[in-house]
């Protein structure tokens, strides 16, 4: 099923030996600095060994995340000028509705500042104390969200979406049968919803294909259970099924996007990837009775319903970004930027998570430094040395993200721990991953007969700890 888009992708897109064709041109440009290795050494040493710590003007290559990074088009600035900003009933508004509408067949949009905001007013709204999440790898924002109301996330993801190596097309599908026995034992009362994150983020920005789907939603049906999506990275699931999935090929990514869409309840959105924009989300609903129940509270948290903690300006620009992230000229170089770098770090024997993901290359941690115990952090570890042999930023995705059972308070040890180097859209050229390649194949090599990792010199106690904890090497 993959040989097809590797094909494609392994002759340099469209363009034969001339790598890929970048679908824009350069307009506006940003300098970045190259610190001296002495210089990084003591910026990340500042910073508590964690890279969230330390100040962009002390990156050379950003890739902590592709998330509100994007560059934006010519037509996303032009359509900022006209943004409207009537505190009620908003032209912008309307304009990002009637996208969305005709984009996802949601019909009920609620606009807010950014995805957790949506997630925050999803659970709000549906999940109570003891309620559960069935899903594939939560997003940790969404799942410290559920787990702030009372409730719990069930990962469902399938096994194969739960190792780096093998080559299954659609790693962020659900397993039907867990689900299945999860809805089963809990009952319809239990359930506060299910959840399809695509990409899956968590675990490598693997795909779900429109078969899952449809057959999770037959299961909710069955159950009488609500499904949501998680749509922040919606056009690169849709090109994946393009791609890979049997009988899409012919089908544009707009037809796709609107049949993922036709088997779910709603879904939240962070605009601040698939909508091209630094800031802005939203919830989209198909019922109106929810959607009636969930603005009073979007007031109060967001702002009126008519902006959502955005301006007109955001909207637009969102607007805008929505729909030019579904032309498949710029989705081609977007999924082939990233598998780019994914083959010239696998060739460079760098263990990567496979098949590569929509939106960043996954470092197995565990692999990368072998004799380095599961316990300390060696994902976080290729972080901290990444950045000091570069000035590369990537991020952990790994067991310090995982944090500590909320019941328990034990650390959690994930199935994976992986190094994040996330590609933030339209920014970096060929030449920028020739030299993030050559940067980390030069920390793997020094790193090979490393024994010890990192411990905790100041923990996070409560929440989302990988934000602000600092580290000591063991
Ligand atoms: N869902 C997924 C799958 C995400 O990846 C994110 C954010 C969110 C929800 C929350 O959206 O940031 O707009 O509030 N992911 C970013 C990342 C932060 O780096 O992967 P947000």
Known sequence: MLSHFFLLHSSGA??????????????????????????????????????????????????????????????????????????????????????????????????????????????????????????????????????????????????????????????????????????????????????????CNSNGGQPVSLENIAAVAALCKKFKVKLFLDAARFAENAYFIQQREKGFYEKSIGEIVQRMFSFADGCTMSAKKDGLVPIGGFLALRDKILFETMKPHDILFEGFYTYGGMSGMDMEAMAQGLKEVIQKDYLEHRVGQVAYLGRRLKKGGVPVVEPFGGHAIFIDGREFYKNVPKDQFPAQLACVEIYKEGGVRGVEVGACLAGRDPDTGKNIMPALDLCRLAIPRRVYTQEHFDYVAEIVLGAHEKGKGRKTGLKFDQETPQGIRHFTSTFKYV
């Open 14 to 199: 469209r363009f034969k030996n001339r790598g890929f064709m970048i679908p824009f041109r350069i307009k506006v440009v940003e300098p970045i600095r190259f610190l001296s290795l002495k210089e990084r050494e003591q910026k990340i040493g500042d910073a508590g060994l964690n890279v969230f710590r330390l100040k962009s003007s002390d990156v050379t290559i950003d890739l902590l995340t592709d998330s509100g990074t994007s560059a934006m088009s010519n037509a996303q600035w032009a359509a900022m000028m006209i943004g409207d900003e009537a505190y009620a009933g908003s032209t912008s508004f309307f304009k990002l509705e009637k996208t969305v509408q005709e984009l996802m067949g949601l019909p009920f949009v609620i606009p807010t500042h950014q995805g957790r905001a949506a997630e925050q007013l999803l659970d709000f709204t549906l999940v109570k104390p003891g309620q559960m999440v069935p899903g594939n790898t939560h997003f940790d924002t969404t799942k410290a969200h559920i787990e702030f109301r009372g409730g719990r996330c069930v990962d469902c993801t399938i096994k194969e979406g739960k190792t780096p190596e093998g080559e299954h097309p659609f790693k962020g599908n659900l397993d039907i049968q867990t689900l299945e026995t999860c809805l089963k034992k809990e009952g319809s009362e239990k359930i506060a919803y299910v959840l399809i994150t695509m990409t």
